[in-house]
């Protein structure tokens, strides 16, 4: 598929210190806690029946829905669906299959961050990814390919708001199935936000790498071949979106981005990217793969002025 033209939950915590609880508190604490236990009674009295498919619905309190839904617009319909699925193509709610998340708010329009977390147990291999963010001038964030070795997808990145926007991820299964997910944010003004660094120190150190191996156990756990781990990869990139200024003047500086970006694993693809501007300065990607007892993680991007950026990164040994 082509790009569109440019242009266009409760937790109830209730903290009592040992040494000034009185018995007053204590009877307001128990009380407290049979209101709850009545409260959980009710609400499975109400379930019950509309699970045994009776009339009775139950709806979710607030703070136990999905707080940014998408919300309905004409931009996916009339524009982008096309150049990510066939017009005849099913979307199915992915729901069920992929935990979504991203800001109702988000603080930095120019570095909003989302993540994809597939559930566990669902017997789905996702072998495609497409992440849209609806209302930006370059719509599609970037195209996912995934191998075998990413197993459960579960990855993290940073994107571009122009305007308030739903922000949707396509997925496709090596079934043959497709469904999808979405949020709203309210963000505005990433596209055209300054440079954070210097133009020239941005450009010299444009193509640098950087991978972190997060392994939570501080090396207590030593790598074993068919273990999920996670890693960080962050790339030195400014991301130029044509939309940006050069500071002190109302020239524009040229659009220049990464486009293409592959991580590889002994020769075993992890993950390949095609991607526009919307990805944000400095890229970063969190993600998991399924350790293959490879001693190296092999790293190759390129960007829209034809620059080639290539990095190998040892691996700590393993079992």
């Known amino acids: 598929m082509g790009y569109p033209p440019q242009g266009h939950l409760t937790t109830i915590s209730s903290t009592f210190p040992c040494s000034f609880v009185t018995k007053r508190q204590l009877k307001k604490g128990n009380a407290m806690m049979k209101r709850l236990a009545l ?10 029946p509309a699970l045994a498919g009776g009339s009775s619905a139950f709806t979710l309190p607030p703070y136990a829905q999905l707080q940014n839904p998408m919300i309905d617009g004409p931009t996916w319909d009339e524009v982008v669906r096309s150049y990510v699925v066939e017009d005849d193509v099913f979307l ?11 800001p109702i708010t988000a603080f930095d329009a120019a570095t909003v961050p989302f993540t994809v977390s597939q559930r566990a147990g669902m017997g789905e291999r996702i072998t ?7 209302e ?8 996912f390919e995934f191998g075998p070795l990413m197993g459960d997808i579960d990855i993290e990145s940073r994107v571009r708001f122009d305007v308030f926007s739903n922000i949707r991820v396509v997925a496709e299964t090596e079934t043959g199935g497709t ?41 207590a756990t030593p790598r074993a071949s068919g273990d999920v781990r996670q890693a960080q990869l962050m790339i030195r990139h400014p991301m130029f979106t044509g939309m940006q200024a050069h500071k002190g003047t109302l ?8 486009e293409t970006l592959e991580v590889t694993m002994g020769g ?37 002025d034809g620059a080639v950026f290539e990095q190998t990164f040892p691996l700590n040994p393993g079992a």
């Open 128 to 134: 495609k990814m497409t992440v849209i963010v609806d």
């Open 268 to 304: 075993e693809l992890l993950f390949k990217m095609t991607g526009g501007f919307s990805i944000s300065e400095d890229p970063s990607f969190r993600f998991s793969y399924i350790d293959n007892g490879s001693q190296e993680m092999k790293v190759r991007a390129t960007d829209t």
């Open 136 to 143: 930006n001038p370059m719509p599609i964030v970037g195209e």
């Open 179 to 219: 469904y999808m997910v979405g949020r709203f944010v309210e963000a505005a003004g990433g596209c055209s936000a300054t440079v954070t660094r210097d133009l020239d120190v941005a450009l010299a150190t444009m193509g640098k790498m950087k991978l972190k191996d997060l392994d939570f156990s501080g090396g």
């Open 92 to 102: 199915q709610d992915g729901e069920d299959l992929i935990s979504f998340d991203a």
């Open 39 to 48: 409260s959980a009674l009710a609400v499975a009295a109400l379930t019950v």
């Open 251 to 258: 020239n524009m500086i040229d659009p220049r981005f990464i």
